[in-house]
């Protein structure tokens, strides 16, 4: 542990220069005394580290030294595909293990890559959490990351919409969708789709299972998403808009999108006839009730009755 600590602190003063104690306290949760310590000791290992002390003091590297101490650990490794991606990465439980894979990869550049990263850290953010929207608790995210690396099952209590159910699974893959966690796991029988947020009562298992040979998540993701579209939006129905119902149609979604870009010519009263795939329920009827009175749906009747139920008791409700 202390080793690695040493190691981490030179690439951090290779990197960044000049760092205080107190900086390097905070950044590795010690005290400032094992931190002097800690400096003592690459001092006797013959790393050319000198201190400054009173205001504007720290520590710092003599010109030109450069370490090539830059090896990966294990956890490091797995790590990689989160650099550029720390709140992800954090909510793994691999934050701390993606910034030092982070800081030798800028080692490794030639000279140092405190420069680049300073400059893209500046000029790109990324933020996967769409907006009017926090961040969910996952408390049980990382024991579920670990469990899909080291290919254990485990036992989990789960809430859906249809209920809570016990099920025990075998993770195979994580998914951040929209700011929102899902686990790919094989449970009773099949490959189904979990939210993370509503897992509660986990329990991890000690023997590994064999992990399909042919399952590829990205693939299956993807295939999976295309199903639960095309099973969700199966009734075509025939809508008129006006020009501003056909502006807020495109923006609402896709579907919206693509029904009004193959919309035919205008009326002479600037409405539009379009086709789209739509979820006849009323959580459809309430994505067009979002439209307001700029758009008129015209079929199926089913979905025109639903909609007009719904408008009515809202009107009723307001007055």
Do not use: C
């Not at 542990?1 to 602190?9: D, G």
């Not at 003599?62 to 720390?86: C, F, H, K, N, W």
């Not at 009004?260 to 795939?277: F, H, L, Y």
């Not at 067009?288 to 089913?302: D, F, H, N, Q, Y």
Request: charged share 20%.
């Amino acid at each position: 542990m202390r080793a690695s600590r040493l190691l981490s602190i030179l690439m951090l003063l290779q990197l960044r220069g000049r760092l205080t104690a107190a900086g390097l306290a905070a950044e590795f949760e010690v005290s400032e005394r094992t931190i002097y310590r800690d400096i003592d000791a690459l001092s006797a290992a013959g790393v050319p580290v000198y201190g400054d002390r009173g205001p504007g003091g720290g520590f710092e590297l003599l010109d030109g030294y450069r370490t090539r101490l830059t090896g990966l650990s294990a956890g490091e490794a797995e790590a990689m595909a989160m650099i550029g991606l720390p709140g992800p990465a954090a909510e793994l439980g691999i934050g701390a293990a993606t910034r030092a894979a982070h800081n030798k990869l800028l080692v490794a550049l030639p000279g140092g890559g405190g420069a680049l990263a300073d400059r893209m850290a500046a000029r790109f953010h990324l933020d996967p959490v769409d907006w009017y929207r926090g961040s969910e608790a996952l408390p049980h995210l990382p024991a579920i990351a670990r469990a899909v690396l080291d290919q254990h099952p485990f036992a989990m209590r789960y809430e859906s919409w249809l209920g809570v159910r016990d099920w025990t699974v075998e993770p195979l893959g994580l998914v951040l969708k929209a700011g929102t966690w899902y686990l790919a796991a094989n449970g009773g029988g099949k490959i189904r789709i979990f939210r993370i947020a509503n897992i509660d009562g986990l329990t991890v298992g000690d023997t590994p299972f064999e992990r399909p040979a042919h399952f590829h998540l990205a693939t299956w993701w993807q295939a999976e998403q295309e199903r639960f579209e095309a099973e969700l939006f199966a009734t075509e129905a025939t809508v008129r808009a006006s020009p501003t119902g056909s502006t807020r149609l495109a923006a609402q979604s896709p579907r919206g999108a693509a029904a009004v870009a193959s919309a035919g010519p205008p009326a002479a009263d600037g409405w539009r006839e379009m086709t789209m795939m739509v979820e006849d329920s009323d959580h459809g009827a309430r994505d067009m009730l979002a439209l307001g009175a700029e758009v008129e749906v015209l079929t199926p009747e089913s979905f025109r009755n639903r909609i007009g139920t719904l408008a009515r008791a809202i009107a009723a409700r307001h007055g």
